[in-house]
């Protein structure tokens, strides 16, 4: 635990199952450790794997105007200025396109708005943000899993990763959610990372301190040296996040959230 006498502190934070409920996506059981954090000027720096739309569309309901970062470490947004630390999307096309004739799956980039919605569940003007990508590429595999180790060393040979998540295949830069902290390191600053799943971990072992927020069911990402919630997402948030400020005496908040 590094002490707050002469260090900026700075929280960065995964979204879904983290800050956000992985069901319902509610967050108000964070909404009074924020107002605490935000009077004693503590950013909140989301580090997500959505993309850029799907953070604006919800962030003024966070009331957060803080840098963040998107796309699985792919670049970081801060006001106007903009760190990239991925490929572009382009770039990632143009090698899955010469890799077609060897390989079967589908891409967002092949389908529209209505199989996406099919894929992933949401609505339409969720479906059109999370399709309004920058710097990576959601693949639905249909090869067999040997075709896919393969495919993934392909990938990395081209200088480009891999990312297996629940549903899709997401192929991205050489770059993860540890990388664009680099970015805020310029200044003294010490970083409390929070996450749920394994895409996190790299953060999670970047940062000062690394809280690992339990996921529901028997699911726990295991991490030596790290911080580990008794509650689910955003309870679990709420709850480490309090210890935390608490043992580093910042003041409690005065507004009132009830």
């Not at 796309?71 to 990239?84: F, L, Q, R």
């Not at 077609?100 to 992933?120: A, L």
């Not at 693949?139 to 629940?166: A, H, M, N």
């Not at 709850?239 to 608490?246: C, K, P, S, Y």
């Amino acid at each position: 635990m590094m002490g707050n006498e002469t260090m900026k502190l700075m929280v960065v934070s995964d979204l879904d199952g983290t800050l956000l409920d992985h069901s319902d996506y509610s967050f108000d059981l964070v909404l009074p450790v924020l107002d605490r954090m935000d009077e004693a000027g503590i950013p909140l720096v989301v580090n997500t794997s959505k993309t850029r739309a799907e953070w604006l569309a919800i962030r003024g309901e966070l009331g957060n105007f803080d840098p963040y970062i998107v796309e699985n470490g792919s670049a970081i947004y801060d006001g106007e200025k903009v760190e990239t630390f991925g490929v572009s999307r382009a770039e990632i096309l143009d090698v899955l396109k010469s890799l077609r004739g060897k390989f079967k799956f589908k891409g967002y980039s092949d389908v529209g708005v209505s199989e996406i919605m099919q894929w992933t569940g949401l609505g339409r003007q969720s479906a059109e943000r999370s399709a309004d990508r920058h710097f990576s590429e959601p693949l639905v595999w249909q090869d067999s899993p040997e075709k896919e180790d393969e495919f993934c060393d392909l990938i990395k040979e081209r200088g480009l990763r891999t990312l297996r998540g629940g549903r899709f295949l997401h192929v991205l830069g050489q770059t993860d959610k540890s990388k664009p902290l680099q970015y805020f390191r310029k200044e003294k600053v010490a970083i409390i990372a929070l996450g749920d799943r394994p895409n996190d971990l790299a953060m999670l072992k970047a940062a000062d301190i690394g809280v690992i927020i339990k996921a529901p069911g028997d699911y726990v990402l295991e991490a030596k040296d790290m911080l580990l919630s008794k509650e689910i997402g955003p309870r679990g948030w709420a709850e480490m996040m309090t210890q935390i400020l608490d043992r580093l005496q910042i003041p409690q908040s005065t507004t009132n959230n009830g």
